[in-house]
């Protein structure tokens, strides 16, 4: 249940910290297939974006078996940095964390006393039935996008904060607690949506976070955007097909 | 280990460490989370382990909108400098084979930090109890040796019950009898841990089963409180015998159950 930090051009690992190694100004991490999506086709296709290393791992949620090869498509974790600007890193992480890996996994990337002067900035989805409201949730117009933030972060979110008594699990809540107790800027946004496989109007609900300081000079073609993004869901509805 | 809010660390030298189990009913969390809430204590660290499930949420005790944005995580630390008390709360479970690394990792901080004492608040399964306890009290204490010394005779003038010893091994008759706290998560650990390292521990615990647990919280947060006198009662009206606590439910306690039902289910 290790994980493992590695170049997978030289398969190599890596000896210290992702973070450590690469340093960076801005740390954009997507988590879950429409986070992922979302970054796919509105950050990644300006640019040019070198991958700087994958994290890979195993538990039982991950559905592939093979631990030792690697392909594109089935990779874990992996990082990207924008050739032009090296001060922005992404991660795109469509696995799933394990709570016995989490600390693990911010050890790798994070190192264990992070730079200050980094703004992180996570993505991800949860699915509505886990919104506690005092109305039905039947009722709510989702998906609906909220947000939480450490105390470092000074910017405006660009939507409500997460009211309680609602809380986040999982890798998103391991790396905002990280940079809450290291005091590091960073800011999560939650789409809370009923569709939790990719979906194109979740994916789309994450437009507002385009305008704040964490993507500034990052999205330069938003229709071009949107389009591939229709290819990505649409690929994905026709192999779900199977009675025509 | 503990990572404060600012720069330096606080001095708690002297101070009262209140912690809860993770135990049946929450019992122990909801009674912190009282102390807090009342107390109005101030958050001053993180206590950043890989050991709990991690979580985060905005602030559980807001009163307004000014102070509804500030971040919580699963283990903080609050302290209240002017009764000399520090508080621990734990808002998770812990990861499967971590809890043993936990409590090492705490008493640690605990022996490091000049805390006197520490108070463990915790619940054990109704169910357990023998046809004795059935019939006294549900509020139990269990104390280290060394913090006999020191309050023995204060748990003696409170006429409260000692934990009592039960069999090892239930099923055989003349098994050796010790302390046991089911359904108590780390307790018996913290507290035999305590035992060894000469720690100054006491332990409060309630018999509780599953539910709607508040009222088994507000039981134990007075328990402590006829010990420490931690607030003091309201006196209403004139009748001096109809004082109550004035415990403050945190904000977060909101929705315990779950959303708003759909008005079509009706």
């Known amino acids: 249940r290790e994980v493992r930090l590695l170049r997978r051009q030289t398969k190599t ?16 991490i997507a988590i879950g297939s429409n986070a992922v999506a979302f970054l796919s086709s509105f950050v990644m296709n300006s640019g040019v974006w070198e991958e700087i290393g994958c994290a890979k791992l195993w538990n039982e949620w991950c559905r592939t078996a093979d631990s030792t ?35 693990q996994w911010l050890e ?20 509505v039935t886990d919104y506690k409201t005092s109305e039905s949730t039947c009722s709510l117009p989702s998906p609906f996008l909220k947000a939480l933030k450490t105390e470092n972060f000074r910017d405006q979110t660009c939507c ?59 999205v330069k073609n938003i229709p071009q955007s949107t389009e591939i993004l229709k290819k990505l869901t649409t690929t994905n509805q026709i192999q779900s097909n199977i009675y025509t | 280990m503990f990572i404060p ?28 989370d009282l102390i807090i809430s009342t107390l109005d204590m101030c958050k001053i660290g993180y206590f950043y382990t890989d050991c709990l499930v991690p979580i985060v949420g905005n602030n559980p005790y807001a009163t307004a909108n000014e102070n509804a944005a500030e971040l919580s995580t699963n283990a903080e630390v609050y302290s209240l ?19 043993k690394s936990f409590c090492e990792k705490l008493l640690c901080w605990v022996e490091n930090s000049g805390c006197t004492r520490v108070i463990v608040l915790s619940s054990s399964h109704s169910y357990h109890r023998n046809d004795k306890q ?10 280290t040796p060394s913090m006999q010394k020191t309050v023995q005779n204060k748990i003696k003038s409170l006429n409260w019950q000692e934990m009592e010893k039960s069999p090892c091994i239930p099923e055989i008759e003349d098994s050796d009898l010790c302390v046991r706290v089911p359904g108590g998560g780390i307790t018996k650990l913290l507290y035999d841990e305590s035992c060894s390292k000469d720690i100054q521990m006491a332990v409060l615990l309630k018999f509780v089963s599953e539910g709607d647990n508040i009222p088994d919280a507000l039981g134990l947060v007075e328990y402590l409180n006829e010990w420490l006198q931690i607030i003091k009662p309201h006196v209403q009206g004139d009748d001096p015998t109809a004082s109550t606590l004035p415990w ?15 008005p079509a289910l009706f």
């Open chain 1, 108 to 127: 790798k990337v994070f190192g264990s006393r992070p730079r200050k002067n980094m703004q992180v900035t996570i993505l991800t989805c949860r699915h």
């Open chain 1, 160 to 218: 409500s904060l997460l009211e309680q008594p609602n809380i986040v699990h999982d890798l998103p809540a391991a790396v905002l607690s990280y940079c809450q107790v290291w005091s590091l800027s960073a800011v999560l946004y939650l789409c809370y949506t009923d569709v939790m496989k990719l979906d194109l109007i979740t994916v789309d609900a994450f437009k507002p976070v385009l305008s704040s300081r964490s993507f500034k000079g990052l």
């Open chain 2, 248 to 262: 403050k439910i945190p904000s977060s306690w909101r929705l315990l159950f779950g959303s708003g039902l759909p």
């Open chain 1, 13 to 28: 690992c890596l000896e210290f910290s992702l973070l450590e190694k690469h340093p960076c100004s801005r740390f954009i």
């Open chain 2, 81 to 99: 400098p002017s009764k000399k008390l520090v508080v621990l709360q734990l808002r998770s479970i812990f990861i499967k084979y971590k809890s």
């Open chain 2, 5 to 32: 809010c600012g720069e330096t660390f606080p001095d708690l030298s002297g101070f009262t460490l209140l912690m809860p189990a993770v135990s049946v009913g929450n019992v122990g969390q909801l009674a912190i």
């Open chain 1, 69 to 103: 090869l690697l392909s594109p498509s089935e990779a874990f974790c992996v990082f990207y940095q924008l050739k032009a600007h090296h001060s922005v890193i992404l991660c795109q992480c469509s696995c799933y964390v394990a709570e016995d890996q989490q600390y």
């Open chain 2, 134 to 143: 059935l019939c006294s009290t549900p509020f139990r204490y269990l104390l």
